[in-house]
């Protein structure tokens, strides 16, 4: 590393690879994807690996040890429910990869004379460089040692060469013959007044006949400096690294610097990049999350020098029929856009859907006439897309919001039969219950994170379709952002809520037989249906809250909408407009319209759905 050449070679390498983004995402469906902020490892790779290090010097400190060792080995830190949450590096000269009787393979990590570290294969992460196995890579400074000594001697030379600065490489001839003395005080003259690189190019005063002749060559002569820029290029070829990139321009041009920067992108640092996502995926990802979950290098910001030149080329694709808006968008790593408009297909000069049969041109007594109506319904059919946009999206994050309640009851269940061991063997429900509330007093901050967490990647899918239906900003004000945690804050009090007082009633009501086996019932049924019945509803309630806030916020009224399987009690608020403030529901009320068997008792006012467990009407925008 002493070597500027292979100095700078590293540098470049961390540097670049350190300073990207790197993203874990969730795939939502086949198109659309969320950044999952909330698993650990996106905090990992994002921000910092480990309490020691951020991300960028974990990794700078992995490519370096690619580079210069082959192989770059980190320990795996998981949290309780097996997530990766820290990576801790460990040094590639002190770590080997070995087998046991078994043939599984397993790390062995030297610490000190005779005491060693076994780690399972499982708990490192290792990056192996080029190399012949598939296992293990190729040191780089091992294969270039003979080019390294090289470049390494003539920075010696060049050192000494300059360091005795005297720079005369000439014979100072005497007519006759000096003596001892004469001798040792020519030298000190010349050593003193003229050796060192600040004496350098002084007049001589020769003296007695004396004359002086040139022969030393110069180092240009010597082709001293062509050897040291075939150095840069020797190297750059054992870094795959094009020349300008180790300072080297003179052969770079403003006509070719522009695609040298596109070519390291492509040759040079993508393949390290893909190598670095797919080991994370393979070994800091659980089988099950890597169904869904992935992360990702991304590389866009570095070609961001040819951004006008990409543009112009998708321009012209996109107003001949080559690609459309959802297609541009992919390539620029961008979630499509909702409704049939992004894939639609442009045809020139009249830029209309080219799957649309030609449209007759109407009579020119009829085009005033039509462009009033056209105004009239575009509103009604942009809300009619917005609702299905909204549905769609709310099938796709059912999953999501299953997978949340599971997270949820993982940690409740346990929490709950320990208070339920410790209180319920002597059927002390009293204690039960207190420490019950001080359990759900704890637990429910993360409640209240998976519940956030949750409702803003929701928030970030449904706000853009319902400003877009309103004709509004899609940019998320401050205002949402609160609105969000005030939902949030209300999903986990209800949930709470009704956790505890469940639970209450089951120990309550079984005091007398054995309230311990009750309450492991109940959890049961807990993990059967709540992840089913929370997703059901969060889904329903978030979004159309979110849709709701988009159209007060926009100066537009609600009205309920119900779809093809409605109860009495949807089907008469069907149609019914409300402004902010109001509800359609108001809390109190026993609600029981035409057709209802038993009337619907509202204990909290309803301003948009669900208006019922298993209601799944919507809402939409109305002037």
Known sequence: MNYSVVFNAVAIYGGTIGSLPWILYKRIDEKNKVRWVDHPLYNCLHNQANSEMTSLVWRELSMNHLLLQGNAYSQIIRDGAGRTKELWPLDPALTDIKRDDTGKIFYELRISAGKNEIFPVENILHIPGLGYDGRQGYSVLTLARESLGLGLGMETFQARFYGAGTNLGAIFQHPGKLSETAHQSLVKDLTEKYAGLSKSHRAIVLEEGMEYKKVGMPLQDAQFLGSKLFQILEFCRWFNLSAYKLKDYSNATFSNIEHLAIEFVQDSIRPWAVRFEQHVNWKCLKNDERKVLFNEILLDGLLRGDIESR???????????????????????????????????????????????????????????????????????????????????????????????????????????????????????????????????????????????????????????????????????????????????????????????????????????????????????????????????????????????????????????????SCPYCESLNNKVISRGMNFINAGQSFQPEGAETPLIVTQGISHPQAHQNCDCGISAVL
């Not at 359990?439 to 319902?466: H, L, S, W």
């Not at 945690?485 to 639970?503: C, K």
């Open 311 to 565: 543009n112009k080329a998708l321009s012209v694709q996109r107003l001949n029929g080559a690609i459309s808006a959802n297609e541009w968008r992919a390539i620029e790593n961008r979630n499509p856009l909702e409704g049939p408009a992004g894939d639609a297909i442009w045809r020139p000069l009249n830029m209309v859907d080219a799957n649309a049969p030609p449209a007759e041109k109407p009579a020119n007594d009829k085009v005033e006439e039509e462009l009033e109506e056209k105004k009239l319904v575009n509103f009604e059919l942009r809300a009619l897309r917005a609702i299905k946009s909204r549905r769609r999206m709310a099938e796709a994050f059912k999953p999501l919001y299953r997978n949340m309640e599971k997270e949820i009851l993982a940690k409740e269940r346990p929490g709950i039969l320990k208070i339920a061991k410790k209180t319920l063997t002597q059927r002390d429900t009293g204690d039960f219950i207190f420490e019950l509330d001080k359990f759900y007093k704890k637990f429910r901050k993360f409640i209240f994170n998976q519940f956030a967490g949750m409702n803003n990647e929701y928030g970030n899918a449904i706000y853009p379709i319902a400003a877009e239906e309103v004709n509004a900003d899609s940019e998320q004000t401050a205002e949402f952002a609160v609105y969000l945690n005030e939902f949030a804050d209300h999903s986990t009090n209800r949930y709470v809520e009704s956790s505890r007082g469940q639970l209450k009633q089951v120990v309550l009501k079984h005091r007398e037989n054995d309230p311990a086996k009750a309450v492991e019932k109940r959890l049961d049924e807990w993990d059967e249906r709540r992840p089913d019945k929370v997703a059901n509803r969060e889904v329903i309630d978030v979004g159309s809250g979110i849709a709701q806030f988009v159209y007060y916020d926009a100066g537009f009224r609600t009205v309920w909408v119900t779809f093809d399987k």
